[in-house]
């Protein structure tokens, strides 16, 4: 940076005179002056305060907990794993999760798509991921980072529902539910047409690539029929008809290429010649009750798996013609939906004979032979996670959530790991988390509070059924305070202790002591209200705030209680004082959407936001200028943030946690 151009700056300046030559040093002097200006926006002071001396704030992610596969009853949901075995890939939302298989918290996520995934397949190099979604999109992208992608190309009209790679990598089938076709054959680097899908009359389900030479296909579909195809070019050869009595669900070759199998809704195991594609034998004749949705290669090509609705996971022996080894998911002698095993895959490159089956709940069971039950569960969200709380102790490394379809779960930061919550869940929408004296409190939009008992990780006491649809919850001294639709409810070991009617619907509520604040007023005000020791609120406002230009529709009280923030639709965050209730700052609004959520740290200097935006901010409270962004951190919106032991965790639209390092904080 020049010292000509610094002493020009200065002078125009303090002169006023305005810049009427935009001669070249004048320029490069007004770039000097706006780097100067990002910089100090940038930066916070070091506690010594020297000269040159800054400290940067950073924002960085440190881990995804990720989304749980997405399902859909009656339907086949596909999982691959990659050639060593290490990592398995699915589809959640609008992202694709590649997990690790040991250690399901290492995670990456691709959220190239713009509308709900689909599939997602490793190739067989192992480089790179093909996926699809609802549009009848597939996008080529590396399988490293989860980022670059190769190629963006438009198969059908519909819904993709399956994606087979061929042995070299090199070329791609991707079938589904299209008007004008049920899928397409394409090189994977251009796009090129390399073939066709045609024999069907339905949406085609599932589609197998033999991995020798000479290049085989075959696709199945809801008109019961099996097409076999020759390549490439790809195209039509001869079909199975007469086999399978209703929709045929999956189809895999055996890794030698010598066998194909299809599986489908009446229960059938059907063999075939894998160079030929004449039917061979049917295997397991009425062992399975419901329908098989799925089904996987042993690596030897001389067992396969299955999953089916009726909970089981089998093993079978192609030679023999029998079920070596079965699995039943689930609680014994019960029949629940939930555990209907709609995915299964063996993958290779292990020498522990792991197999990995999905029940329709999302949770991912991994089972090995000799153990009856599975050896670990894999549970998480497969919906928009709408709600995060915290241990009443941050210290503890926990956390829980609760997502649009009333599934509450708690996670260990730490391990990465999470755990549904025991007990009867909410049947709709988790609105809030409020954490106090070791438990945690929840309200839904199935209109009842619940206490869950962190210890236990359990469901506590009994479901109290709500007056009305709650907006939010609070809780302080023993206390708990529910905003409805109508009103505010004091609550105390299940018990209602009183209400306050009010003339608007609340959006917002947070406690501390004997302080409750609302927000939700037609006049874009925050009331604040006084709740005595025996549950009551005081019928009138001690403190009305009407700094807000938008709606108050989430409040954050700070550690000590000393400062209160609101949050409004409009994405401007205000920061009080309790004892005066005058604004400490009004420059937080750096958001574009409305502001979902806010969170403290420990200390109370600096605080988190998440907002429709799908951004996370970190702001300073002694300089309220100084802010550091996470872009882009949850699809369709960061619905929570909280600090947890120092760092910040959030949870939003892709149903993932993310755990995120903060630096520099001054």
């Known amino acids: 940076m020049s010292s000509n151009c610094q002493g020009q700056d200065q002078a125009v300046t303090s002169q006023g005179r305005p810049f009427e030559e935009p001669t070249s040093c004048s320029l490069l002097s007004l770039y000097c002056n706006l780097l100067r200006r990002l910089v100090v926006h940038c930066s916070v002071r070091t506690p010594s305060g020297s000269e040159g001396n800054t400290s940067i704030m950073s924002i960085e992610i440190e881990k995804i907990l990720a989304a749980s596969p997405a399902t859909t009853r009656g339907q086949p949901t596909q999982l691959s794993v990659d050639a060593k075995g290490e990592r398995i890939a699915y589809a959640s939302g609008k992202s694709i999760f590649l997990r690790n298989i040991d250690n399901p918290a290492l995670c990456k996520q691709y959220t190239g798509h713009t509308t709900t995934t689909t599939v997602a397949k490793f190739s067989p190099s ?14 080529v992208w590396d399988a490293v980072e989860a980022v670059n992608t190769k190629g963006e190309y438009s198969i059908i009209s519909g819904r993709i529902n399956d994606i087979a790679w061929d042995g070299d990598s090199q070329r791609i089938i991707a079938v589904g539910d299209g008007r004008e076709r049920y899928g397409h054959c394409i090189t994977a680097d251009s796009g090129n047409s390399v073939g066709e899908v045609s024999g069907h009359s339905k949406v085609v389900n599932a589609v197998a690539i033999r991995q020798q030479r000479p290049l085989r296909a075959a696709t199945v579909s809801d008109d019961s029929t099996m097409c076999f195809l020759h390549g490439a070019p790809f195209k039509f050869a001869r079909n199975a008809t007469g086999l399978h009595k209703g929709f045929v669900m999956g189809a895999a070759f055996s890794p030698d290429g010598n066998i194909l199998v299809t599986v489908g809704a009446d229960r059938r195991i059907q063999l075939y010649d894998g160079k030929t594609g004449e039917s061979t034998k049917q295997v397991g004749e009425g062992v399975h009750t419901g329908s098989i949705f799925a089904v996987s290669w042993s690596k ?5 798996v299955t999953a089916s609705a009726d909970q089981t996971v089998r093993v079978w022996d192609v030679e023999a013609d029998k079920c070596l080894h079965s699995w039943r998911v689930g609680e014994e002698g019960a029949v629940t939906v939930s555990d209907q095993q709609v995915g299964v895959v063996w993958p290779h490159g292990r020498s522990d004979g792991l197999i990995i089956s999905l029940s329709l709940d999302g949770n991912l069971n991994y089972l090995q032979e000799g153990s009856s039950k599975p050896v670990k569960v894999v549970q998480g969200h497969n919906k928009s996670i709408t709600a995060l709380g915290i241990s009443s102790d941050s210290s503890e ?19 990465g790991l999470g755990s549904v919550v025991d007990g009867q869940p909410h049947s709709n929408q988790v609105k809030q988390f409020a954490s106090a004296t070791g438990r945690a409190y929840s309200v839904a939009w199935d209109d009842t509070l619940r206490t869950v008992d962190s210890s236990t990780n359990t469901f506590a006491g009994s479901s109290v059924k709500l007056m009305a649809q709650p907006q939010g919850v609070a809780a302080t001294n023993n206390q708990v305070i529910v905003a409805l639709n109508n009103g505010l409810a004091v609550y105390s070991k299940d018990q209602l202790l009183s209400s306050l009617d009010t003339s608007y619907t609340p959006a917002a509520i947070a406690a501390y002591g004997s302080l409750v604040a609302v927000g939700g007023p037609d006049d874009n005000s925050a009331l604040v209200y006084k709740l005595d020791s025996a549950g009551k609120i005081s019928p009138s406002p001690v403190a009305t705030l009407k700094n807000s230009m938008a709606k108050v529709v989430t409040f954050a009280f700070s550690p000590d209680g000393k400062l209160l923030a609101a949050g409004n639709s409009s994405g401007k965050i205000v920061v009080y004082s309790t004892s005066t209730w005058e604004v400490v700052t009004d420059r937080w609004s750096a958001h574009t959407a409305r502001v979902l959520s806010i969170a403290w740290n420990a200390e109370g200097t600096h605080a988190a936001s998440g907002a429709l935006d799908t951004n996370v901010h970190i702001w300073s409270l002694t300089k309220p200028g100084s802010r550091v962004k996470a872009a882009n951190a949850h699809k369709d919106g960061v619905y929570g943030v909280a600090w947890v032991g120092g760092k910040v965790v959030s949870t939003g639209g892709d149903a993932a946690i993310k755990v995120w390092t903060v630096k520099g904080l001054q």
């Open 300 to 304: 030897d090509s001389k067992r396969f």
């Open 397 to 415: 490394n926990t956390v829980i959530t609760g997502s649009f379809d009333g599934r509450v779960c708690s996670w260990d930061i730490t391990s």
């Open 126 to 139: 192992g480089f790179w991921v093909a996926s699809g979604d609802v549009s009848g999109q597939v996008r």
